[in-house]
């Protein structure tokens, strides 16, 4: 399995393969940052989203035709483990609630915060930061509508680490190409935060 990681950078196949992340949401965002970072090296993954596969997804989320009604994260653990057989992913096919993030991810050592709405990234970001004030949550902010690349960029507060245009909504729409962009700094910075640590 080694062979899919021969063109990483220098000791980042070591790394990546001894932590754990953890996703919370399994749409644009999530499924994204998942597929690139189980190509990138990390085997330990824990995922949580409620929800299952509809037409809509298809245009930005990280499924297929022949998934419609399935469950999220049943789809998206299956194909990461097409990608690296040896991955080791941990399902939650739930809708998480503020009591549920020491159970659910306790164990990580980085979080990405991949929810749609505003209200539910808020209570995640400041229940994560409250338990676990260390380690850094990763959270997409600003997807929606067409281009603005420029505007994209990654803030950080603390341990909270913002990626995106952090004035867009989901109102405008949302173009593929956008949200993988971002869902792909989601896992970039998660990549080089663990190399840093």
């Known amino acids: 399995m080694n062979e899919i990681y021969t063109r990483n950078v220098p000791g980042m196949t070591?790394?990546?393969?001894?932590?754990?992340v953890g996703i919370a949401g399994c749409g644009g965002l999530g499924s994204n940052a998942a597929v690139s970072l189980v190509r990138a090296g990390v085997k330990d993954l824990v995922i949580a989203d409620f929800d299952?596969?509809?037409?809509?997804?298809?245009?930005?989320?990280?499924?297929?035709?022949?998934d419609i009604g399935k469950k999220k994260v049943e789809v998206l653990s299956d194909r990461l483990k097409e990608i690296?057989?040896?991955?080791?992913?941990?399902?939650?096919?739930k809708k998480l609630e503020r009591s549920?993030?020491?159970?659910?991810?306790g164990d990580v050592d980085i979080l990405i915060e991949a929810f749609d709405k505003a209200e539910s990234k808020q209570w995640l970001?400041?229940?994560?930061?409250?338990?676990?004030?260390?380690?850094p949550i990763v959270s997409g902010n600003g997807i929606g509508g067409l281009g603005k690349n420029e505007k994209l960029s990654v803030k950080k507060i603390g341990s909270l680490y913002f990626c995106g245009d952090g004035e867009s909504s989901e109102e405008e729409g949302l173009c593929s190409a956008k949200v993988s962009i971002v869902a792909n700094m989601q896992a970039s910075l998660v990549i080089e935060l663990l190399m840093d640590k």
């Open 52 to 66: 299952v596969v509809e037409k809509s997804n298809l245009n930005r989320q990280y499924y297929f035709l022949k």
């Open 100 to 105: 549920d993030i020491s159970g659910v991810f």
């Open 84 to 93: 690296n057989s040896e991955c080791k992913i941990k399902v939650f096919d």
């Open 14 to 20: 070591e790394v990546l393969s001894k932590a754990s």
């Open 125 to 135: 970001i400041e229940e994560w930061s409250s338990k676990f004030p260390s380690r």
